[in-house]
């Protein structure tokens, strides 16, 4: 008997050494749990952004005053889900995303200016106005930002709709909440933002006043190139920094498919070569020579494919495709950083989280969290088998 008990209390069978087991492992487990969860949902987003850095550009004194740097966030497709299509979890987890993701970027590299390219919303084409007002106050929660960074929004597609689809009251309702500022100025550097949508070139009324602004912006840009200050023309006109502009539009200038793209984040391989259908994919070519011979910009930016490119067009404007900031449009989303000054940039790119990469740590973490609950149960299981050993070699003698 005395052997017995002596086996059941080194085997911990005691009440009290169980209830101290059992609180032990409840403690690991909430250890783990707590600790995958901040890092795949808060310092995963530090780690990652926090090796991204601004690109040098060179800055030629002029007067003996050194020129001032622009830093510039672009990105593109945020895509927020609607009322429609958008399951609650898929909103609460790439949002979330989304959101980590900007804040954690405003608090590391400390942008100027951030231009989001279009597609902020997926249902503006058609969400009522309940849903848009619902829609907008969750967008600005996610990307808010202190007074000192401006946020410029470019009109995509998914938020007023194809051309077919786009109405005065859908534009209007747009730009009453980001504004319908076209020509941006800061540092020397312009910028002009493209209703791209509108750019279908059939003399709709909307298509037509979006034309005439965009000629009415090349004539004030012209006007602050040095060969025609003082012309008459120019009498009136506002005077703007004497710098070709970078043009920020939604839809991608006219070209052919994504067939010379390339990179990890480029369209994948089976799709490159898919021919793009003009107007839907990218701009047709007359909208696209219309806007290079306006403009005549320096560098395009543009979104709506979700995939990173980067074209020279006719006359030498390079063009750079930003890929979506969302995980619901791509596993490895990013953002374009520039460093502009009035005659020169330099872009560089941003990687955010991969999604695989913060889908494996869970899954990893679930599986260590499976194994200790089973040695846990396994200990627990040993000790009573050892114990009816030793019950029933008493019983025998």
């Given at each position: 008997?005395a052997l ?5 209390r080194r085997?911990?069978?005691h009440?009290?050494?169980?209830r101290?087991?059992r609180?032990?492992l409840?403690l690991?487990l909430t250890v ?10 808060y ?7 926090f090796q991204?850095?601004?690109?040098e ?12 740097v622009?830093?510039?966030?672009f ?5 927020l889900?609607g009322?429609?299509r958008?399951?609650w979890?898929d ?5 979330w995303?989304m959101?980590?993701a900007?804040?954690t970027?405003?608090?590391?590299l400390?942008p100027?200016v951030v231009?989001i ?8 084409k ?6 848009w007002?619902d ?9 808010r930002?202190?007074s ?13 709709g194809f051309?077919?689809q786009m109405?005065t009251y859908?534009i209007?309702?747009?730009e ?7 020509l941006?100025?800061r540092?020397?550097v312009n910028?002009?933002?493209v209703n791209?949508?509108?750019m ?7 298509c037509s006043?979006?034309?005439a602004?965009?000629?009415d912006?090349?004539?004030k840009l ?6 025609v ?5 120019c009498?009136?006109?506002q005077?703007?920094p ?5 043009l920020?539009q939604?839809?991608?200038l ?13 369209a994948?391989?089976e799709?490159?070569?898919?021919p ?5 994919d990218v701009?047709?070519r ?7 011979w ?6 395009v930016?543009s979104?709506h494919t979700?995939?990173?490119?980067e074209?020279?067009?006719p006359?030498?404007a390079?063009?750079?495709s930003v890929?979506?900031?969302s995980?619901?449009?791509?596993n490895?989303?990013?953002f ?6 009035s ?5 560089s790119k941003c ?9 494996t740590?869970y899954g990893?973490a ?20 050892f ?9 025998r003698?």
């Open positions: 008997m017995f008990s002596w086996g059941l085997q911990n069978f009440p009290l050494r169980r101290r087991r609180a032990l409840l690991k783990v749990v707590i600790s995958v969860l901040l890092f795949c949902e310092f995963i987003y530090y780690l990652v952004i991204c850095r601004w690109p550009v060179k800055t030629p004194a002029h007067g003996g005053r050194q020129e001032p622009l830093k510039a966030m990105l593109a497709d945020t895509h889900l009322e429609i958008g399951h979890l909103k609460l987890r790439r949002e995303q959101e980590r900007f804040q970027a405003l608090w590391l400390q100027e231009f390219l279009g597609d902020i919303f997926d249902e503006g058609w969400s009522s106005a309940q849903a007002a829609d907008v106050q969750r967008f600005q929660k996610m990307f930002h202190d000192h960074v401006q946020l410029k929004v470019v009109i995509g597609n998914h938020d007023v051309h077919y109405s859908r209007k309702r747009f009453k909440v980001f504004s319908s500022e076209r941006f100025s540092k020397g910028f002009v933002m791209s949508v509108a279908e070139g059939d003399g709709c009324s909307i006043e979006a034309e602004e965009l000629r912006i090349s004539r012209n006007c602050s190139r040095e060969q200050q003082g012309s008459s023309q009498e009136g006109k005077q703007l004497s710098s070709a502009p970078v920020l939604h839809y991608p006219y070209r052919a498919s994504d067939a010379n793209c390339s990179g990890e984040d480029a994948p391989p799709e490159r070569s898919v793009f259908k003009e107007k839907y701009l047709s007359e909208a696209s020579q219309k806007l290079l306006w403009l005549r910009p320096r560098l930016l979104g979700h995939s990173a490119c074209v020279l067009h006359g030498g390079p063009e750079v890929p979506s900031f995980w619901r449009n791509r490895n989303p990013s374009i950083m520039g460093s502009l000054t005659r020169d940039y330099a872009l990687y955010l989280p991969f999604e695989d990469t913060v889908l740590t990893a679930a599986g260590f969290l499976v194994v200790l609950i089973l040695a846990h149960f396994e200990r627990l299981l040993s000790s009573f088998l114990g009816w050993k030793l019950c029933r070699m008493h019983t003698r």
